[in-house]
T-cell receptor
Framework: EPEVTQTPSHQVTQMGQEVILRCVPI?????FYWYRQILGQKVEFLVS????????KSEIFDDQFSVERPDGSNFTLKIRSTKLEDSAMYFC????????????FGPGTRLTVL | AQSVTQLDSQVPVFEEAPVELRCNYS??????LFWYVQYPNQGLQLLLK??????LVKGINGFEAEFNKSQTSFHLRKPSVHISDTAEYFC????????????FGAGTRLFVKA
């Protein structure tokens, strides 16, 4: 069964450093999303992406964040200058055009900012 | 704006007992409804979804949920729980327009005791 994959599973970085979280969505999906979950809190929407542009973003998704689909398979989330409060689990998701709202989630990347 | 309220943060229950996890939502537009399960240190797994049609939805692992439009509820039920059902359960709504983002509730921790 096809699935969304994410790398790395755990990333540790120093405050102020740039990080790139990588995702490989399901191959025939056209809509891509990033969510985050701070430890012990609910899952929060960050951004949705379609046709090589951002469809919607939340207030969390400020200028420090960017997304990119650099090739036909990867979807990345970049945080330019990490803060302590960026420590969270980051989930990538994708959906198919025919069932847009049914999003398939990856296993997540745990980001720890020291 | 849309919101999801999970009325119980924790639900302890004995093995083989029935359980109901409550979820209410608020939205000015029609939404799609989901329940996700998150086992410790893992990602989000879709339990079931309501997109349209029959208001009683059956999912994996013996779970079911009923969509009640008048009460704006989507409660999750299982007639007999197992120890292995111990996990965090998230109710979520997805919007049919815009960026198709998913909005999650705060989660309910189901703890099944022997």
């Amino acid at each position: 069964e096809p699935e969304v994959t994410q790398t790395p599973s755990h990333q540790v970085t120093q405050m102020g450093q740039e990080v790139i979280l990588r995702c490989v969505p399901i191959s025939n999906h056209l809509y891509f999303y990033w969510y985050r979950q701070i430890l012990g809190q609910k899952v929060e929407f960050l951004v949705s992406f379609y046709n090589n542009e951002i469809s919607e973003k939340s207030e969390i998704f400020d200028d420090q964040f960017s997304v990119e689909r650099p090739d036909g398979s990867n979807f990345t989330l970049k945080i330019r200058s990490t803060k302590l409060e960026d420590s969270a689990m980051y989930f990538c998701a994708s959906s198919y055009a025919g069932t847009i709202n049914e999003q398939f989630f990856g296993p997540g990347t745990r980001l720890t900012v020291l | 704006a849309q919101s999801v309220t999970q009325l119980d943060s924790q639900v302890p229950v004995f093995e083989e007992a029935p359980v109901e996890l409550r979820c209410n939502y608020s939205s000015s537009v029609s939404v799609y409804l989901f329940w996700y399960v998150q086992y410790p240190n893992q990602g989000l797994q879709l339990l079931l979804k309501y997109l349209s049609g029959s208001t009683l939805v059956k999912g994996i692992n013996g779970f079911e949920a009923e969509f009640n439009k008048s009460q704006t509820s989507f409660h999750l039920r299982k007639p007999s729980v197992h120890i292995s059902d111990t996990a965090e359960y998230f109710c979520a709504v997805s919007l049919p327009t815009g960026g198709f983002k998913t909005i999650f509730g705060a989660g309910t921790r189901l703890f099944v005791k022997a």
